[in-house]
């Protein structure tokens, strides 16, 4: 069965304090590792897919990487606009069950 | 265009009403999900159709009714719902390679009363 932990749970920073979020994952086949940011009351928005280990995808001040059991999300500099829940998840390849698994995420407060 | 749209935004029912939740996306997708998320927890899967048959009902009670009544549209009926049935549900779709993020809508907040 497919499981996917994040740490930590929640995590404070003040603007500027750049920190990364963690993704373990046990897969049998990974198809791909989403991120997804989500704020509340809203839809999760996506942010990066990456495929096979050592895979790095870069969008502003985020930069996801990928190993054979874990993801990272490094946050460099941030600001309080990056405040939310980010949101890590896989999708197992060779069942074509298309489903993503979730982890429970990591609810981020960037502080001015 | 990676939109997927959702109505109404908010709902609120009671026990005995029936409503429907409704989805739609143009991005010429053929799989879509609906999920439901509670607070401060990841989405849980409920339902999945691909080419507009359902192919994954996790168990899901049979007061939820989905529907696809084309491949650009998902619908979600809902009769004699609980208090417990209260969350945000999401619908979301991904490209017919089966592979790639799947694209979520802004979801439904629906309360039972």
Redesign the interface.
Known sequence: EDQVTQSPEALRLQEGESSSLNCSYTVSGLRGLFWYRQDPGKGPEFLFTLYSAGEEKEKERLKATLTKKESFLHITAPKPEDSATYLCAVQEGGTGRRALTFGSGTRLQVQP | D?E?T?TPKHLVMGMTNKKSLKCEQHMGHR?M?WYKQKA????E?MF?Y?YEKLS?NESVPSRFSPECPNSSLLNLHLHALQPEDSA?Y?C?S?GTS??????????T?LTVL
Do not use: D, E, H, N
């Not at chain 2, 401060?40 to 989405?43: A, D, G, L, V, Y």
């Not at chain 2, 089966?98 to 802004?106: D, E, K, L, R, V």
């Open positions: 990676t997927v959702q799989a999900y401060k927890k990841p989405p899967l999945v691909s994954i945000l999401l979301a991904i089966g592979s790639g993020p799947q694209y979520f809508g802004p979801g907040r």
